[in-house]
């Protein structure tokens, strides 16, 4: 579906909405269209359009979300949610349009190069997350799992991908010792947002203003929200976020987060292929099957995030001789690792970044990407566990205006949302969105 007809379908779900200007806006292209709008009063509006039932159902799963944020908790956020103003049913799929919040999402070689200000309000912003409570969570029958459950459940995903075939033996035999290593996996589960990544985190200038994408909230591990971490190839700025994250939240970090980033991130992979052999998408598992060795080769060859706290057995045909003269020492936490697994949740053709071996002279505390596959969606929790869906609700009212504040967004959010029906349009999700995020005028005609 293009911006223009997400323009036509946001004027229809938004009484009174005059749109002048509209253009792409990045966006989990596997599952989603989405646009960024601009109105004859200047104000932004963002629209996104599911591509399929299963992405429709998380949009909703969202509304819901927003909503059981009461607004004692929207004001103690160091950051603005999104606001649903307006929704348009297209047959079985529901286009969802909300107010735009001021900011704009950073690549992550913009937040390599990023100052420590930017750093430490990223690092708080995903503690005040953590600390959320979980019946937040839990009231809504959202996925929910304790650090057991949750260790199950990737070792059930891993045999899945297993079974196809196409999963490098070396990275199946790497996943496995990590994810069998109980120790790794010793931590309190906590509320986490479940699509973070640096799309869905708007900044103006080192600001953080607003968290979006809200399509996967559950309890679980936090270390899934660090995934998209690793791919930030900066020890001082990664530092300063784990700082600020340590210092703002309740309770002390497990010492084992970032290695369970790193493994997230890497595995993120496997679910793609599982993804994609689901939707019978051979683009999609071919995408996958070039990220899985590229990824394969880079740790062949620079040795790759240390993800397990127990050492791994090396085949006794390739173990390298040992010096007894030198120091035995353990493996820093953070050293050369996989990109993130918020790279691995947008769809576009895979893209590898050759890892980069620490400097033995200097201190090695952050993740330096292996594999940056760009634009390929993960797998989303609500689709995995079939507990993340909610139906639509049936009031409306007219589309609001952007907040300026979190208590504007908490009074926003109160108001609801309109709601439009019209007819599927069997070709509307077939047109491919420009690369640009350009804005192009258009004149409106009655």
């Not at 596959?373 to 609500?382: G, I």
Request: with cysteine; hydrophobic share 45%; net charge negative.
């Amino acid at each position: 579906m293009t911006a223009i007809e997400l323009a036509a379908i946001a004027s229809a779900a938004v009484p009174g909405l005059n749109v002048t200007a509209f253009g792409p806006e990045p966006d989990d292209t596997a599952d989603f269209c989405s646009a960024l709008l601009v109105d004859s009063d200047k104000r932004r509006w963002r629209v996104r359009s599911p591509r399929h039932a299963e992405a429709s159902t998380r949009l909703e799963t969202e509304r819901q979300v927003l909503r059981a944020f009461p607004p004692a908790i929207r004001a103690e956020l160091p950051f603005l949610l999104p606001t649903v103003a307006g929704t348009v049913r297209q047959g079985e799929l529901t286009t969802f349009v909300y107010s735009h919040i001021a900011g704009r999402a950073a690549t992550v070689d913009e937040l390599a190069t990023g100052s420590t200000a930017m750093a430490l309000e990223i690092g708080a912003a995903i503690a005040a997350i953590h600390d959320l409570p979980h019946d937040l969570v839990t009231t809504y029958d959202l996925p929910s799992y304790t650090a057991n459950e949750f260790r199950q459940r990737k070792l059930n995903e891993l045999d899945q991908s297993a079974t196809t075939g196409k999963i490098p033996p070396a990275l199946l035999r790497r996943w496995e010792h990590a994810m069998e290593d109980v120790a790794l996996w010793r931590f309190n589960a906590c509320v986490v947002h479940g699509d973070l990544h640096e799309d869905n985190i708007l900044l103006d200038g080192d600001q953080v203003t607003a968290v979006i994408g809200w399509t996967d909230l559950r309890v679980g591990d936090p270390a899934d929200d660090f995934a998209w971490l690793v791919a930030v190839n900066d020890s001082t700025f990664v530092d300063s976020v784990m700082a600020a994250y340590a210092a703002a939240r309740n309770e002390t970090p497990d010492p084992h987060l970032l290695r369970r980033a790193a493994l997230s991130a890497e595995f993120a992979l496997a679910q793609w292929l599982v993804k994609g052999y689901a939707a019978d998408s051979a683009r999609m598992v071919e995408d996958a099957e070039t990220m899985l060795r590229t990824l394969e080769a880079d740790i062949a060859e620079h040795g790759g995030q240390p993800i397990s706290v127990e050492a791994t057995v090396v085949p006794a045909a390739s173990a390298a001789p040992v010096n007894p003269a030198a120091p035995a020492h353990a493996a820093p936490l953070k050293q050369a690792g996989p990109a993130s697994a918020a790279a691995a949740a947008k769809a576009g053709p895979a893209k590898a970044v050759p890892a980069k071996q620490a400097d033995p002279a200097s201190p090695v505390t952050s993740a330096v990407p292996v594999v940056a596959p760009a634009a390929v969606e993960k797998p989303s929790e609500s689709a995995a566990e079939n507990t993340g869906g909610s139906g639509a609700d049936a009031d409306g009212s007219a589309g609001e205006t952007e907040p300026s504040s979190s208590a504007d967004a908490a009074s926003a959010d109160e108001t609801g949302e309109a709601e439009t029906t019209e007819p599927a349009d069997a070709d509307a999700g077939s047109a491919t969105e420009p690369a640009t995020a350009s804005l192009k005028v258009i004149p409106l005609h009655k």
